[in-house]
């Protein structure tokens, strides 16, 4: 069972920056994707990032302002760059990975973290 933590979620003002990690943990089979999540009160869960074999996708509202990386060290290890956040960032955000063992992905969550943007 692969385990996923995540730390450097808190509280910023509107415009700052914060850097989310996720580390993965009891990986047996490579991981295929990794990716962050956020839900907001009242809200559902939505993509915000995702990254496979170096590819990255974006949610439209966080395009030029989030960035998703890979550790090039750890590949298990995954990052979100915040800059410019918003009020409207605010949420819990989730890391995930998924791996592919067929016929079936199998999808990790990890436990959240909180982040907050204060006006």
């Known amino acids: 069972q692969v385990q996923l933590v995540e730390s450097g979620g808190g509280l910023v003002q509107t415009g700052g920056s914060l850097r989310l990690s996720c580390a993965a943990s009891?990986?047996?089979?490579?991981?295929?994707?990794m990716g962050w999540y956020r839900q907001a009160p009242g809200k559902q869960r939505e993509l915000v990032a995702s990254?496979?074999?170096?590819?990255?996708?974006y949610a439209d509202s966080v395009k030029g302002r989030f960035t998703i990386s890979r550790d090039n060290a750890d590949k298990n290890t995954v990052y979100l760059q915040m800059n410019s956040l918003k009020p409207e960032d605010t949420a819990v955000y989730y890391c995930?990975?998924?791996?592919?063992?067929?016929?079936?992905?199998?999808?990790?969550w990890g436990q959240g973290t909180q982040v907050t943007v204060s006006s």
């Open positions: 995930t990975a998924r791996i592919v063992v067929p016929p079936a992905p199998y999808d990790f």
């Open positions: 009891r990986v047996i089979f490579s991981i295929n994707t």
């Open positions: 990254i496979t074999s170096g590819t990255t996708n």
